[in-house]
Nanobody, 126 residues
Framework: QVQLVEPGGGLVQAGGSLRVSCVAS???????MGWFRQAPGKEREFVAA????????HYSGSVKGRFTISRDGGNKTFSLQMSILSPEDTAVYYC????????????????????WGQGTQVTVAS
């Protein structure tokens, strides 16, 4: 069993930056750690993922170049640094983890992640 806790989130002005983090109770090299988001009335969508073993990353097209996912093995933490934020980035952001094959056909599918954080609200004001 893995518990994921998400401190952080918050309110930021458009064009600004924000960092959200996820602390895991344990990690394993076989895990992929992901970030998803869900805006009101919309489905949960993939944002970014990182393979714990080697730090390989993948981003959705809507955030590539603006968001950076990273991991800190010593603190069992992975984070999402978000920049050039727009109101369209407003959503509840969820961290997730699981033994997911690291290719788009899998990492984009929320059903393949076993463990989830509680979600944290990110609001970008225009």
């Amino acid at each position: 069993q893995v518990q994921l806790v998400e401190p952080g989130g918050g309110l930021v002005q458009a064009g600004g930056s924000l960092r959200v983090s996820c602390v895991a109770s344990r990690t394993t090299s076989g895990f992929v750690m992901g970030w998803f988001r869900q805006a009101p009335g919309k489905e949960r969508e993939f944002v970014a993922a990182i393979r714990w073993s080697d730090g390989a990353t993948h981003y959705s097209g809507s955030v590539k170049g603006r968001f950076t996912i990273s991991r800190d093995g010593g603190n069992k933490t992975f984070s999402l640094q978000m920049s050039i934020l727009s109101p369209e980035d407003t959503a509840v952001y969820y961290c997730a983890a699981g033994a997911v094959a690291f290719h788009p056909a899998s990492i984009y599918n929320p059903r393949l992640y076993i463990y989830w954080g509680q979600g944290t609200q990110v609001t970008v004001a225009s």
